[in-house]
């Protein structure tokens, strides 16, 4: 075993879990919003093992039958939906999050369980969903970010567009489309230096398990193509999203089809348009 649960490894742990959190207090990390990092780097990790304790305990009892394991499947999903849709925005809109994670991981689930590659009642299941809803959650949280900071800070370009004639959605992809693709760029990163930078968390779970070199390897390039195919799924999802006003900021009716007081039929579509992608 690499790492004995002991007193050792909760020592160890709550050392490096205390040094990250005064490291992010001293630095004065903190969001947008001047909300610092500290705490919630405390909590993440304190969530972190009580999550995993229930897990350890819940996963044997679960795989005994399908529909109980087909139920905490559906919960990891759920869970990745709530917080990919807090972590973009606020207000009820939330909730289309549920769109690009679903899009992108219910395919190449599908597809692994129909040729066999992962057994539908067996223990692999659980793991090989939490890894691809987890790379859809990370991509959808990157990717709708970005695009609506980006559409708040360039908002006078998307004005422009709109005074030369172009569609709403059309406008805000021209600004959106290139942030929000910038959350492919750490699984592209991961996937081109594995073996040279990286060594990937199931690579390295197999030889600990005594696999031979060539199989873990096999399974950790199958690791990596999924979720290159549900982040890409999930990035142009999210964008789409964005562009038409579905997903964003606003404080409105969720479609931040708001009138702009006074002022001609251009300023305001320029106003709805700006209201559903960034909420000004």
């Known amino acids: 075993m690499l790492l004995p649960v002991g007193t050792t490894l909760a020592v160890v742990l709550a050392v490096l879990l205390a040094a990250a959190v005064a490291i992010a207090a001293a630095a004065r990390l903190a969001d947008a919003r001047g909300r610092g990092w500290a705490r919630p780097v405390a909590v993440a990790g304190v969530r972190a093992a009580v999550q995993l304790a229930a897990v350890s305990a819940l996963i ?8 109980l394991l087909l139920c905490f499947v559906a919960l990891m999903y759920a869970v990745a939906v709530r917080t990919a ?21 219910l395919p190449v689930l599908v597809l692994l369980l129909l040729t066999g590659l992962v057994p539908v009642d067996g223990i692999a299941l659980v793991p090989v969903a939490g890894i691809l809803i987890g790379g859809g959650l990370t991509a959808t949280v990157l990717a709708g970010r970005r695009a609506l900071d980006e559409l708040h800070t360039r908002h006078g370009e998307v004005e422009a567009g709109l005074a030369l004639g172009l569609p709403d959605r059309d406008a805000r992809l021209e600004i959106a489309r290139p942030a929000a693709s910038d959350a492919l760029l750490p699984g592209l990163d991961q996937t081109r230096t594995v073996g040279l930078v990286t060594l990937p968390g199931a690579f390295v779970g197999m030889l600990l398990g005594g696999a031979s070199p060539l199989p873990a390897a096999a399974v ?16 142009a999802v999210v964008l789409e999203l964005v562009a038409r006003g579905r997903l964003h900021r606003a404080d409105g009716d969720g479609g931040g089809k708001r009138r702009a007081g006074g002022g001609g039929g251009g300023w305001r579509r320029a106003s709805r348009t700006l209201g559903g992608a960034e909420g000004e």
Not at 221 to 227: E, G, K, N
Not at 228 to 235: G, L, S, T
């Open 60 to 67: 044997g009892w679960v795989v005994r039958a399908l529909p």
């Open 85 to 105: 849709g807090r972590r973009i925005t606020g207000n009820r809109t939330w909730w289309w999050a549920a769109l690009p994670i679903g899009a992108g991981v």
């Open 220 to 235: 950790q390039l199958f690791v990596l193509v999924a979720l290159m195919a549900v982040q890409v799924v999930a990035v």
